[in-house]
């Protein structure tokens, strides 16, 4: 593979463009100071078994709690992916909430599920049902009540909180002081919680149950759909996102941020990566618990899964999300040179690439400068449009399987964890 990756994009050059280092909205900044790579683990260099989320801490309580559930009842892949699933509810319980939806691809076998659960109702909770959907579909002897209960007893209450969370708390401070029960959570004293401040833990059983009371009184969606794409180097995709737009210059940029909790787990029995996301207006809790109600009739993550004919890589998912065009960046790693790559260091290189957004309204490209090559900011500046420098863009993560091995790689731009085992 080449690891220069010189091309840019693929439009004729025009007359200069100007470029401008001012501030544009959604996390673009004025700083273009040179770009140091953090030296956090972004894949697994031999592993049988893997997590990935936004906390180490809680990947590392879970690989304990998996042994002592297994104990008591034999648990399957899929048992396994629910059970990571509920855990990730407390640990984000803005994105991950029994209100938000939830999108699934799930290998179980040879063949990649993709599934995406969301409701057009008030009251319904379509991350519970998503996770009741998949035992059902994989026929666990497991319910998602027994399995909860196996959380609450078990889990040990080592909730903290996490950067991005962080931030969420800081961001919305005005919201949750006016609320009496989400204060209680989540503030002290005038602040809200820092990270690496403890998190309370909360019994999920009884919203199961609650959960299971009142679901035959609401309808839920259950999205399957996948658009076919075959990009112009031969790589044939099939995303929830419709390639063929981009590639011709229609964009699907979304008027706000794109905001995904992401988590995984890979072990020799299959695969599993998922995306949690709501939009947040009024700011209120599920059932006076610390779960911020929300409404999961919102734009989605970009899910891609990739074909390959040759022996080298079997298979390639792709998740984007935190972005205003989620699917953009993943259609540019495709027109980068994606079907050459065939390690986990490929899709790392990749993935660390520098990115651009096309944005519209007025027209303009956001480019992280600081990622560039003097080459490539040469290229850049010949275009007809404004150019506007962004510190960073997107947050893309992959899970790959070739002949010798198969693991999660992670973004080094934003909060990510991956732990490898050889359990």
């Not at 560039?372 to 007809?384: C, G, H, M, Y």
């Amino acid at each position: 593979m080449n690891h220069k990756l010189s091309l840019l994009i693929p439009l004729i050059a025009a007359s200069c463009a100007l470029f401008v280092n001012r501030f544009d909205q959604n996390r673009l900044t004025q700083d273009i100071s040179s770009y140091k790579a953090s030296g956090k683990k972004l894949y697994c260099e031999e592993s049988s078994f893997e997590l990935v989320n936004s906390s180490k801490a809680i990947q590392d309580a879970f690989q304990k709690f998996l042994i002592q559930a297994g104990s008591r009842t034999p648990l399957s892949h899929v048992d396994k992916s629910v059970l990571w699933s509920l855990v990730q509810m407390n640990l984000r319980p803005d994105q991950a909430s029994p209100t938000s939806k939830l999108q699934i691809f799930l290998k179980n076998g040879q063949e990649t599920e993709y599934y995406h659960f969301y409701s057009k109702q008030k009251g319904a909770w379509p991350y519970l049902r998503g996770l009741e959907t998949l035992l059902r579909d994989y026929k666990s002897k497991n319910t998602l009540l027994k399995l909860a209960r196996h959380v609450d007893n078990l889990f040990p209450s080592q909730f903290f909180v996490v950067k991005n969370f962080e931030a969420f708390l800081e961001d919305n401070k005005e919201k949750i002081d006016a609320n009496s029960a989400l204060k209680r959570y989540y503030m002290r004293a005038d602040e809200t919680l820092k990270e690496n401040e403890k998190i309370g833990k909360l019994k999920l059983a009884p919203l199961v149950s609650h959960y299971l009371r009142k679901k035959k009184h609401l309808n839920y969606e259950h999205g399957k759909t996948l658009f076919s794409y075959k990009g112009s180097r031969g790589l044939t995709a099939r995303c929830n996102y419709d390639m063929r737009l981009y590639s011709n210059s229609i964009y699907l940029i979304h008027k706000d941020f794109i905001k995904s909790h992401l988590f995984g787990m890979s072990s020799k029995d299959g695969s599993f990566l998922a995306s949690a996301a709501q939009n947040l207006e009024k700011f209120e809790p599920v059932d006076n618990s610390l779960f911020f109600k929300g409404d999961s009739q919102t734009r989605s993550a970009a899910f891609c899964s990739f074909d390959y004919s040759k022996e080298e890589l079997k298979s390639l998912w792709l998740v984007s999300s935190e972005s205003r065009d989620p699917g953009q960046h993943i259609y540019h790693l495709m027109e980068y040179g994606l079907q050459s790559a065939n390690s986990a260091t490929d899709i790392s290189d990749l993935i660390g690439f520098s990115r651009h957004l096309f944005l519209e309204d007025p027209t303009r490209l956001v480019f992280e400068s600081n990622r560039s090559s003097k080459e490539q900011l040469e290229r850049l500046l010949k275009l007809n449009i404004p150019v506007y420098n962004a510190r960073q863009l997107g947050n893309i993560w992959a899970m790959f399987e070739n002949k010798n091995t198969k693991g999660f790689v992670i973004d080094e731009r934003t909060d990510g964890a991956v732990s490898c085992s050889k359990r």
